[in-house]
């Protein structure tokens, strides 16, 4: 009775006491309260006014997974209560770095998945995003590959007009080529790139989506040969950026078109980038919010150390260039790419953040090109079209495109 009248009182009640109040009636009434309780502790684990997370947060996210378990197997909402209590269970897993008890919830997350499609004879299966993230973070690339292909199956049919389509095709390239796919993944950016060509001549995306997405397919087929077809690729990229610095983009966007160049960036700089292998690696092809929190923290926490490491090499390349400046250049694109993708992902003001380090890059591009013109000049290209890319994302279109024009007299290709 005490339990009901805290539910029933007028005015406001505290999270812990609604809690309380739910696990004494889900005792009495299994079948009504269990999915209040679950849903209840969930809330108490963030304190939405301070930002901060409850003491006992795992605790918490443990009673409202055995809470939707306990419920009846027979009851609809169950899948959908329990999905959610994972969901929140996991994350919090991850981020204490119980890495593989976060993804045995992910699996289960997805048995669900599976048995909603099934029963609603829907073909999307919901958790498989999460699982393959998860499996890449581990390494087991080719497993995350074949769940991100289940996934682009299903939605392919709908299109763009499935609203995070092109988030999706970019975790798939990503899988694909983390696979060793590298076929699959260049007709999977062809696809891409085809997307965001209807879309942006359409106006339902910026144009700066399209020169991203041009460039990031140019740089993939570099990278297995296909020389030829990716100059042929930079030359369409150029004259969308020509007409961007002549016109601008046609209409007015919100600004997650810098979220997608930044998951394009770290796309690319990942040859440049060599993570230490005893931990998990961030998906390359998805948006920080889908890292795990304790690989994000690794990611990001290491700009310190590299910044550290850049600084001592750097002497040691005044002295001894031939040793040490071509591997100044590449850390430092490493620092970059971090840097941006980190700011990016806290501020619309990211530009102020990062902007020297894109210029201090190109200037180091420079002395390695004047000390080694016959590597140099292709080091400086990707450099200059990293920056080229980051003034397209802060709207300086002008010098983006000065960039770019430079970058392909460098490689050869100015006319």
């Avoid at 197997?73 to 204490?96: G, K």
């Avoid at 080529?177 to 993944?185: F, L, M, Q, V, W």
């Avoid at 180091?364 to 890319?389: F, K, M, V, Y």
Wanted: glycine share 6%; charged share 25%.
């Amino acid at each position: 009775m005490r339990a009901r009248n805290v539910l029933l009182a007028s005015g406001r009640r505290t999270p812990r006491e609604e809690v309380d109040a739910y696990r004494v009636l889900a005792r009495v009434s299994p079948a009504s309260y269990l999915p209040l309780l679950a849903r209840a502790l969930q809330r108490l684990t963030y304190d939405t006014g301070s930002g901060k997370k409850h003491p006992s947060c795992l605790a918490l996210c443990e009673e409202a997974v055995a809470a939707a378990r306990a419920i009846d197997r027979a009851e609809p909402a169950r899948a959908e209560v329990l999905y959610t209590a994972l969901d929140s269970c996991q994350r919090e897993l991850y981020d204490l770095g119980r890495r593989a008890e976060g993804l045995a919830m992910r699996a289960e997350m997805l048995a669900i998945g599976r048995a909603q499609a099934e029963l609603s004879e829907g073909s999307e299966v919901r958790g498989l995003r999460v699982w393959a993230a998860g499996l890449s973070e581990e390494g087991r690339h080719a497993e995350a590959a074949d769940a991100m292909t289940e996934l682009v199956a299903a939605v392919l049919p709908r299109g763009p007009a499935h609203g995070s389509f092109a988030w999706t095709l970019l975790e798939w390239i990503a899988a694909l080529r983390d696979a060793g796919r590298s076929d699959e993944a260049l007709t999977a950016f062809e696809t891409l790139v085809r997307m965001e060509a209807d879309e942006a001549a359409g106006d339902r995306s910026p144009m700066a989506c399209h020169l991203y997405s041009l460039i990031g397919y140019a740089r993939m087929l570099d990278a297995h040969g296909e020389e030829g077809q990716a100059a042929l690729v930079r030359q369409e990229a150029l004259a969308l950026l020509t007409e961007l610095a002549d016109t601008g983009e046609r209409s007015s966007w919100s600004n997650y078109q810098a979220s997608f160049w930044a998951v394009l960036l770290t796309f690319s700089g990942a040859g440049s980038d060599r993570i230490a292998p005893d931990g998990p690696r961030p998906p390359s092809g998805a948006v920080p919010l889908r890292w795990s929190p304790d690989a994000a923290r690794r990611y990001f926490d290491s700009r310190h150390a590299l910044r550290d490491d850049v600084d001592a090499l750097a002497v040691r390349a005044t002295g001894d260039p031939d040793r040490y400046l071509p591997e100044l250049v590449r850390l430092h694109r490493v620092l970059t790419v971090r840097s941006a993708v980190y700011w990016e992902n806290r501020t619309h003001l990211f530009a102020e953040r990062v902007r020297s380090l894109f210029d201090d890059g190109v200037d180091l591009a420079r002395r390695l090109s004047r000390h080694d013109p016959a590597d140099g000049r292709r080091t400086l290209a990707e450099i200059l079209i990293d920056r080229s890319t980051f003034h397209t994302a802060a709207h300086g279109f002008g010098a983006a495109l000065d960039d770019f024009r430079q970058a392909l007299s460098c490689l050869g290709e100015a006319h």
